[in-house]
């Protein structure tokens, strides 16, 4: 599965910059992301760096997920793909 980095967690004041917001191609809805939980995702820079990462949780009601990276993600990494094994 394919989805797209779209922003970083975040609130009014905060930005966590190990959590990123994902959707994912052909999720819908919340219960679909649901099922997502605890797959692995890996992100890869332009230079050829794997970053690993794990769903967490779903974000909102439009089938996004909220993923934790094992390192801090770098900003140009939004609008990018990642891939869910």
Do not use: C
């Not at 994912?24 to 794997?50: F, H, I, M, Q």
């Not at 779903?58 to 990494?77: D, E, I, W």
């Amino acid at each position: 599965m394919e989805g797209i980095i779209k922003n970083y967690k975040r609130g009014r004041h905060t930005q966590t910059t190990n959590q990123m917001v994902v959707v994912v191609k052909g999720v819908a809805n919340k219960d679909e992301a649901s099922k997502l939980v605890g797959k692995k995702t890996v992100w890869k820079s332009p230079a050829g760096k794997e970053i690993t990462g794990e769903v967490r949780s779903s974000h909102g009601n439009k089938g996004a997920v909220r993923v934790l990276f094992s390192t801090g993600m770098p900003g140009q990494a939004i609008g990018s793909k990642i891939v869910l094994n």
